[in-house]
């Protein structure tokens, strides 16, 4: 055997050799990316079937039917969030403790949608579960902030917010990432 076929016989090989690894490489890549969608799958779907509390059952309800006597009372389109719906409140006279919202925050980010929210609005929402309901429920938080914080009187409303939309970053956006990450991005 000469010098040059035995050359091209060792690039052939280690040619083989990193083929071989990258096929074994890609296979198991492929095999953890099924293992990650199946374990988040697996936890949205448990988040996705726990039932509203009763103080967001009762919430909404009552939300529905002050909607159903007076509709026209609603004007704006953040009065028929579905953190509204769900009894989401903030401030020192009527606000929340601050469990409940994020309860409320929690569990909006994986229940339907109320059929009294427009659908277009309900849209901008995203499905249950996902990065972009994530991302809506934060943005609005922080929009509603944005909006007061210049304005007197709403300082304990405004803290509130801030805190909720802190506490939701700090606590899940990881999660959201890889819900968008895994194809539960809208």
């Known amino acids: 055997m000469e010098f040059e076929d035995l050359l091209l016989l060792v690039i052939l090989t280690i040619a083989a050799y990193i083929w071989i690894f990258s096929q074994i490489e890609k296979k198991k890549m ?3 990316y099924a293992e990650k969608h199946a374990e988040l799958q697996a936890r949205r779907s448990r988040e996705m079937q726990k039932p509203l509390p009763k103080h967001m059952q009762r919430a909404l309800s009552q939300f529905e039917a002050e909607y159903q006597q007076n509709p ?3 004007k704006s389109m953040h009065e028929f969030s579905p953190l509204a719906c769900f009894g989401y409140k903030v401030g020192k006279t009527n606000g929340l ?3 409940l919202r994020r309860e409320i925050i929690y ?5 339907e949608i109320p059929s009294v929210v427009p659908l277009q609005y309900a849209q901008d929402w995203g499905e249950p579960g ?3 309901r994530f991302s809506k429920i934060r943005s609005h938080l922080s929009m509603l902030a944005n909006q007061r914080r210049s304005r007197k009187g709403y ?3 405004v803290s509130h ?3 909720d939309v802190n506490w939701l970053r700090e606590n899940y956006s990881d999660l959201a990432y890889q819900y968008s990450q895994f194809g539960f991005e809208s």
Request: charged letters at 30%.
């Open 30 to 32: 492929e095999r953890e």
């Open 130 to 132: 996902t990065s972009k």
């Open 72 to 74: 026209g009372a609603f």
């Open 161 to 163: 917010w801030d805190s």
């Open 107 to 111: 569990f909006t980010w994986y229940a």
């Open 97 to 99: 403790p601050e469990h």
């Open 155 to 157: 300082e304990v409303a």
